[in-house]
């Protein structure tokens, strides 16, 4: 879904799983064990939700670092083409954007 999405969605179940703690902590305090025992169930299934988000981020992440290598791969071939054909300066021009594409890559995954 994208990784800007899976990130908001993580901070949001980290913050209601964080809650549920608070909620906790007030009836372990009132001498209500059931039902802070209750959200502290609720507080793992939230930071559980917030994990799950957080592996989608790192699969939508390397996707997109991969989406940038194939078209780095793509620029470069080119480049070789382009040269071989005698065109030098086309082939710098096609390396140039191989080696940004691969520089975005690397900056997402870094």
């Known amino acids: 879904m994208g990784l800007d999405f899976q990130l908001h969605r993580m901070s949001v179940d980290i913050a209601k799983g964080y809650r549920q703690i608070q909620k906790a902590d007030a009836d372990f305090n009132k001498g209500k064990a059931d039902s802070a025992v209750s959200h502290l169930n609720k507080a793992l299934n939230e930071f559980d939700a917030a994990m799950q988000h957080a592996a989608k981020a790192e699969d939508d992440t390397y996707n997109k670092a991969g989406k940038e290598i ?41």
């Open 70 to 110: 194939d078209k780095g791969n793509a620029e470069l071939q080119k480049s070789v083409k382009a040269y071989g054909d005698g065109h030098a300066d086309k082939a710098a021009s096609y390396y140039e954007s191989a080696v940004e594409n691969y520089d975005r890559a690397l900056d997402l995954i870094d």
